[in-house]
Every structure is written in structure tokens, then in C-alpha cells.
């Protein structure tokens, strides 16, 4: 009978450790998923000083960055974006001020795994 008892805690010992095996195997090969955004997607908001981007890994800066287009798909800040000095996991595109409109934003991330993410997401200035 205590075997039987014993049976239950061993199986779900095992499951926890096929769990921990799925969490460490997509952390060995993570990307870099966008956390949030400055503006957010489908924000209205005053003219911005910047874009700042958070990401779930360190990025490599040689290879990310943030690029703005205006409504007419017209490139819209000259700067180059950075990655922060003090934390790889955020990206910034500098801004000149904004006129209103709506914006996409362009991110292209690279993870320090050499793996690439990309995506869009779009603001307003009012
Ligand atoms: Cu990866």
C-alpha cells in the first residue's frame, strides 16, 4: 500500500522535471520577444522624445534597432537607435519632434543567441 502512496509523488516529481527540462530548453534558445513599448501599440500621445522598446533577453547592438516611418511610409527619425548602456535588454530610438499623425514602428532585435525577431507596431501624436 505505501508503494502505491509513493507512486503519486514520484510522478509528479517527474513531471516538474520535464517542466524544469521545457524551461531551461527555451531559455537556451531564447529570443528576444518584445515585454513593452514607449509609446505602446495603438497609443495616442503628445510627441514623444523617443521610442524605448523592452525586450525578454539582452540584444546584440551591432545587430538591433528601431527605425520610425510616417504615415506616408516615409522614414521619420534620422537617429540611430541604441541599445541601453545599462540594461541590453532595451532598445531606444531618439526622436526630433513629432508632428501629429500616426507612426510605425520597425524593431528588429537579435538576441546574443544570434537568433532574429522582428515586428510593427503603430502610435499616434495628437
Ligand atoms: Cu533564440
Redesign the pocket.
Known amino acids: 500500500m505505501k508503494l502505491i502512496n509513493l507512486s503519486r509523488p514520484a510522478r509528479l516529481s517527474s513531471a516538474l522535471g520535464a517542466a524544469a527540462l521545457l524551461l531551461l530548453s527555451s531559455a537556451a ?3 528576444a520577444h518584445l515585454v513593452s513599448s514607449e509609446p505602446a501599440a495603438n497609443a495616442e500621445v503628445a510627441a514623444p522624445a523617443d521610442i524605448t522598446i523592452h525586450f525578454s533577453e539582452p540584444l546584440e547592438p551591432a545587430f538591433s534597432k528601431i527605425a520610425l516611418t510616417d504615415a506616408g511610409g516615409k522614414p521619420a527619425a534620422p537617429a540611430a537607435s541604441q541599445v541601453d548602456k545599462h540594461d541590453a535588454r532595451v532598445m531606444h530610438l531618439p526622436l526630433p519632434t513629432l508632428r501629429a499623425g500616426r507612426y510605425a514602428v520597425h524593431w528588429t532585435a537579435v ?1 546574443t ?1 544570434g ?1 532574429r525577431t522582428q515586428g510593427d507596431f503603430a502610435f499616434t501624436v495628437k
Open positions: 534558445f531564447a529570443h538576441a543567441d537568433h
